[in-house]
């Protein structure tokens, strides 16, 4: 099997989901006691949450480069960022590292593809939702996308770092993106992703009339496939 890098911790919470569904996969493809080779860089996330508060993105990005370069020391052959936010610094990480990165994008992007679905909604944290980095991924596979109002990036980047991070799960939370995402649809989105890796805490399928892409189970699947080697991963 392939070794993975990942650079989780951002939050810990959906960084356990991930390691979860990484080895679920490579358990039911192999059977027996089998799991998946893993390296888990685990960062503090206090310590990148008060970049992004500085906006000092050059430190995050050099926190998570080392991270990754470390996986890659400890055998990684391919490494992921655990979190859609911090693939803002994507490209650093990936230009300092002599391995694939696996995009977090490119796995939603491939999960739209396969359902035919051509336009997204994106609920996230607000860098996510406003910055290019993201949206601008997606259109790379072809795929469009649409983002809340104002007021409910406002909403769901507080709910975000006030609740989700810290593994906080509020009923009234849970009723405000099911609203959200009834306005995604409503302004065109075949189908909405959860841009940020804990909003699955949060929100199910069976909660909204409209499809929805968790972005942390697509990346995790594709990781899994990676692992196995069923899959490669590419240098963009």
Known sequence: METLGLIGGMSWHSTATYYRIINEIVAAARGGHASARITLESLDFEEIRQCQ???DWASAAALLTEAGQRCVRSGATTVAICTNLMHKVAPE???GIDVPLAHIADAVAAEAARNGWRTLG???TR???EEDFYAGRLARHGIDSVIPDEADREMS???IFDELTKGIVQVASRSAYIDTIQRLADQGADAVVLACTEIGLLIQP???PVPLVDSVEVHARELGRLA???VAATRW
């Open 122 to 124: 994106i609920l996230g």
């Open 53 to 55: 508060i500085r906006g």
């Open 206 to 208: 069976h909660d909204v």
């Open 127 to 129: 860098w996510v939702m």
């Open 157 to 159: 980047d507080t709910i």
């Open 93 to 95: 990480v990936e230009a």
């Open 228 to 230: 196995l080697g069923t």
